[in-house]
């Protein structure tokens, strides 16, 4: 029994949390789930999807002349279709409950982005506490072919995303707030958006319940 | 000694063509955008054109339609210019004219070209494809009249989406290496 006690120490005395082996294999594993169910999902053609979402982002600027209400308005479609979004996902992936947020940001990024958007964000920036993180997307399905004109300066174009998340959550007993912190269209490297988890919903019970 | 000065001026084998112009046609025949990169008038750019989209109309008759591909190739060989052309299956035709007199009429490979006509389609097809470009808005950013006070947001916004279209036009040109 000594064997495992010493790996044990010499993994304290690395300096590295002594669980600093297991999200190695955890990722391996979700990288895996996230490819099987990609492949078993139905495709549809990303060229269609782009200029779909395109279309919508353009006819919502048309329409509301303030860019912040633009904003908004795609944050709760995308809070809308995250409610829903969820139950699709854990049907079609099935994933256990998580024990972290650390390994919720993981199963996020590689079996969820992975089977809807079929790209994988790097999770990074995690904050002391590991209730903050960042999303960056190196390439950006929505974003393809889109210039935004000046006239559009302020827009969120991929706030229906961070909507999304907010919503799945939600339906997961997570409150979270996400947004975009920065945007490959504004001119920086990369999108970025930030998940930071608030707390965890409790079942709320209403006064009027008794228990008989 | 008059045939060595004669060897002398003409320009080495290799030297590059320079392209004089740009050109997109639509679907009907109607000019969507006109550059010139060297110093010359607009006119006989859009004659230069003009005589090519024959070349263009022979492709698209019944009997030939089949065999057609999107390349055309070297369509005209004029006044020291050659006209390449490539056909999109939306029928919007791309024109290079390439200024051939100073290389010695030396005429690029065609894989070359192909390359070109097809970066420059590519060019046209991302501005199209931006959500906010509005659809039947020209390509071609109006030429400046002095005194035009700066039109409403969506105009604006239209502006700035010709003028870097035809910041990519150039951009693909420059990098272009004929040879």
Not at chain 2, 48 to 73: C, I, N, Q, W
Not at chain 2, 94 to 101: G, M, S
Request: charged share 25%; aromatic share 8%; net charge negative.
């Amino acid at each position: 029994w000594r064997a495992p006690a010493s790996k044990q120490s010499e993994r304290s005395a690395r300096g590295r949390p002594a669980s600093a082996a297991a999200p190695s294999t955890m990722q391996n594993r979700y990288t895996r789930l996230g490819e099987t169910c990609y492949g078993k999902l139905d495709k549809i053609s990303a060229e269609l999807f782009t200029l779909t979402y395109g279309a919508l982002v353009a006819d919502l600027v048309r329409n509301y002349k303030d860019v912040d209400e633009v904003n908004g308005k795609l944050e709760q479609m995308g809070y809308n279709i995250g409610l829903r979004l969820i139950d699709e996902f854990l049907a079609k992936s099935g994933v256990p409950r998580c024990g972290s947020f650390r390994e919720s940001a993981e199963i996020i990024s590689r079996v969820g982005f992975k089977m809807f958007l079929n790209v994988t964000p790097e999770v990074g920036n995690w904050n002391e506490q590991g209730t903050s993180c960042t999303f960056a997307l190196e390439d950006n399905p929505l974003e393809d072919f889109v210039e935004l004109p000046s006239s559009a300066k302020g827009l969120k174009y991929c706030n229906l995303l961070c909507g999304v998340l907010r919503g799945a959550l939600e339906s997961v007993h997570l409150a979270v707030e996400s947004e975009i912190v920065s945007d490959a269209l504004m001119g920086d490297a990369r999108t970025e958006i930030r998940l930071t988890l608030k707390h965890i919903i409790e079942d709320q019970t209403n006064e009027d319940y008794h228990d008989e | 000694c008059g045939l060595r000065r004669a060897a002398r001026e003409r320009p080495r084998w290799g030297a590059m063509a320079r392209t004089a112009a740009v050109a997109l046609v639509d679907a009907q025949n109607a000019p969507l955008f006109l550059k010139r990169f060297d110093a010359g008038e607009d006119l006989d750019l859009l004659f230069t054109v003009h005589s090519a989209l024959d070349s263009f109309e022979e492709t698209m008759l019944p009997g030939r339609k089949a065999a057609r591909k999107s390349y055309l190739g070297l369509l005209n060989l004029i006044d020291g210019q050659a006209v390449y052309g490539f056909l999109s299956n939306t029928l919007v035709k791309t024109i290079v004219v390439l200024d051939v007199a100073a290389s010695g009429f030396a005429v690029p490979s065609d894989t070359v070209m192909e390359d070109l006509l097809k970066r420059l389609y590519n060019c046209y097809v991302a501005t199209i494809s931006n959500p906010f470009f509005e659809l039947g808005t020209p390509l071609q950013a109006p030429s400046a009249k002095g005194g035009d006070a700066p039109a409403a947001g969506s105009h604006e916004a239209q502006l700035e989406l010709q003028r870097s279209f035809e910041r990519r036009i150039s951009a693909v040109v420059q990098a272009a290496v004929i040879a």
